[in-house]
């Protein structure tokens, strides 16, 4: 496909995803329906496609609307590109730009929220997490997120990976979040079809993720519940850090489809339960990577940006409150439970701990701690707390 064949194709499928489809299922979908279009063509596309979505106040304020086609002549704007080049109504390009879409309007002239591709209703919210780093933050949730990977260190280390990855030409560089996190800096496509990760040598897993891990407090021969587990990629990295019995629970089981695949690959053990099974258990540790808005990850999912309501907020804050107060239960006497988020808010954060203790005089927070998305990795927040007390019947 030509350049000018990859927007056209970017503009059918933002349309889609402005009329309330999801990005990637759309993508998806475009993919196996056009098999013309070879990897280099798709990756671009792609590329395109989710630009757009990050940056779709920007995009649109500078492309004169919300169709596909306003968003990618705003995309050409803000690259400072030569639209015309592209928007030449040959064969497979888009038709050629009106007088009024050559002229782009001054971004610097936009509201603070157009600018910074965030919705007007939650700019206060970044403003109480971040003060004045706040626009810096929401400035880097309009780039492309980096690709981060785990090393396994039960069945490698750092340095032979990085070798590994060297010989098909994946270039990674270590990160400061984590001792176990690579950034690949080169190939990153390349990536899933590696020996490194085809052996379980490593795992794709943000770098501040990772860093949230290394911040529960493991020691061999503990039991630990991940309450939340989801894919299971903190079950895999704490089974790397520590000799643990590891039992993964999800309310939705099919979120855990793949965790013995690569629980498998990792030569990780861990267990995967049903509710009924859970009952009377209690664990030295419970983890709750509880839902919530992803407000730390909207680079990776910016659909989310968009979506997220004030309704589907506090509905968020409810859900992880009743997580909480049933996984509470879960914790043994002097055992502890590790609430995270992947959310940059003060009320699904701190202030959802805050609560939690004045309604659960038996637990006292050990530590919290927020990872920015200045620090390379997405947005987490992590607490720590140690069961003091149990009552009777536990």
């Given at each position: 496909m030509t350049p000018a064949a990859r927007v056209a194709a970017a503009i059918d499928i933002l349309d889609t995803i402005v009329a309330g489809e999801p990005s990637e299922r759309t993508l998806t979908r475009w993919g196996r329906g056009n098999r013309y279009a070879g990897s280099g063509d798709r990756a671009a596309i792609r590329d395109h496609v989710f630009g757009a979505v990050r940056c779709m106040r920007s995009f649109g304020y500078l492309g004169g609307g919300t169709s596909g086609r306003a968003l990618m002549v705003g995309w050409m704007h803000a690259c400072e590109m030569d639209a015309k080049a592209l928007f030449s109504g040959e064969k497979y390009a888009p038709s050629e730009l009106t007088d009024i879409e050559i002229q782009a309007p001054s971004l610097a002239k936009a509201d603070r929220g157009v600018q910074l591709d965030c919705p007007d209703w939650l700019l206060d919210r970044f403003d109480a997490s971040f003060g004045q780093t706040s626009d810096t933050v929401l400035s880097s949730m309009q780039m492309r997120a980096p690709l981060f990977l785990r090393v396994n260190t039960q069945l490698s280390d750092r340095d032979t990976v990085l070798s590994i990855l060297a010989e098909t030409e994946i270039l990674a560089t270590p990160s400061s979040l984590s001792p176990t996190a690579l950034e690949v800096t080169q190939n990153p496509r390349r990536v899933m079809q590696s020996d490194a990760y085809n052996d379980g040598f490593v795992e794709v897993q943000d770098a501040a993720s990772q860093a949230v891990v290394d911040k529960i407090p493991l020691q061999d021969g503990m039991t630990v519940l991940d309450y939340c587990a989801g894919?299971?990629?903190?079950?895999?990295?704490?089974?790397?850090?520590?000799?643990?019995?590891?039992?993964?629970?999800?309310?939705?089981?099919?979120?855990?489809?793949?965790?013995?695949?690569r629980a498998g690959r990792a030569a990780a053990e861990i267990e995967i339960v049903q509710a009924e099974e859970l009952a009377e258990l209690v664990f030295d540790l419970v983890v709750c990577d509880v839902p919530c808005s992803g407000s730390g990850g909207w680079r990776?999912?910016?659909?989310?940006?968009?979506?997220?309501?004030?309704?589907?907020?506090?509905?968020?804050?409810?859900?992880?409150?009743?997580?909480?107060?049933?996984?509470?239960?879960?914790?043994?006497?002097?055992?502890?439970?590790?609430?995270?988020?992947?959310?940059?808010?003060?009320?699904?954060?701190?202030?959802?701990?805050?609560?939690?203790?004045?309604?659960?005089?038996?637990?006292?927070?050990?530590?919290?701690?927020?990872?920015?998305?200045?620090?390379?990795g997405d947005g987490f927040f992590i607490a720590l707390l140690e069961r003091v007390h149990v009552s009777e019947g536990l």
């Open positions: 894919g299971g990629g903190k079950s895999l990295a704490m089974a790397a850090r520590a000799t643990i019995k590891i039992v993964a629970y999800d309310s939705d089981p099919d979120r855990m489809k793949d965790l013995p695949v990776r999912a910016p659909d989310a940006k968009w979506n997220l309501t004030a309704n589907r907020l506090a509905e968020l804050v409810e859900i992880q409150s009743e997580i909480l107060m049933t996984a509470k239960n879960h914790v043994a006497n002097s055992g502890q439970l590790a609430y995270i988020t992947c959310s940059v808010f003060e009320d699904e954060n701190l202030i959802q701990i805050e609560n939690f203790l004045t309604n659960n005089q038996d637990f006292k927070l050990v530590e919290n701690h927020s990872f920015s998305p200045l620090a390379g």
